[in-house]
């Protein structure tokens, strides 16, 4: 799981692309949560490391309590830098926090992003209702007590 906001280190400590609002160019984002993405509710999510849920917590923007323009914005945990498709913004996280998060929002605008992207398309798979509740079953799927 990367994290894309400008310029930032990732797990291997290289740097991250930085993506830039042009208006009407089309950033890749992925069309269908993958099969391991974490705000499906079938995931393991104990395969995501502490690390990885506090990129999500930055990431995270909710009704009232939007995430700002400099908060990262989650590309996909299977796509890595220099493959085919480096750094596509990650479907599920999109359809959950997508109109949350105004550098997201600012995507829509300038058409960087349809308005398909955060919107869950018939046959999805479950996703989580919002980041609380991934925390909590990636909590009970580690066996740790919960957070109240």
């Given at each position: 799981?990367?994290?894309?906001?400008?310029?930032?280190?990732?797990?291997?400590?290289?740097?991250?692309?930085?993506?830039?609002?042009?208006?009407?160019?089309?950033?890749?984002?992925?069309?269908w949560p993958c099969?391991?993405?974490?705000?499906?509710?079938?995931?393991?999510?104990t395969a995501f490391?502490?690390?990885?849920?506090?990129?999500?917590?930055?990431?995270?923007?909710?009704?009232?309590?939007?995430?700002?323009?400099?908060?990262?914005?989650?590309?996909?945990?299977?796509?890595?830098?220099?493959?085919?498709?480096?750094?596509?913004?990650?479907?599920?996280?999109?359809?959950?926090?997508?109109?949350?998060?105004?550098?997201?929002?600012?995507?829509?605008?300038?058409?960087?992003?349809?308005?398909?992207?955060?919107?869950?398309?018939?046959?999805?798979?479950?996703?989580?209702?919002?980041?609380?509740?991934?925390?909590?079953?990636?909590?009970?799927?580690?066996?740790?007590?919960?957070?109240?």
């Open positions: 799981m990367e994290e894309i906001c400008g310029a930032s280190e990732t797990r291997e400590g290289s740097r991250a692309a930085a993506w830039h609002l042009t208006p009407g160019a089309e950033h890749e984002f992925r069309d099969t391991r993405c974490p705000w499906r509710t079938d995931a393991d999510l490391s502490e690390q990885d849920m506090d990129m999500l917590r930055r990431a995270d923007g909710r009704p009232g309590a939007e995430a700002p323009v400099g908060a990262p914005v989650v590309a996909c945990h299977l796509d890595q830098p220099g493959t085919a498709h480096a750094y596509r913004w990650c479907a599920g996280w999109l359809a959950t926090v997508g109109e949350y998060h105004l550098a997201i929002r600012l995507a829509l605008a300038f058409e960087i992003l349809p308005g398909r992207a955060v919107t869950p398309r018939p046959g999805w798979p479950r996703l989580y209702a919002g980041l609380d509740a991934l925390l909590a079953a990636r909590a009970e799927q580690l066996g740790l007590p919960a957070r109240g």
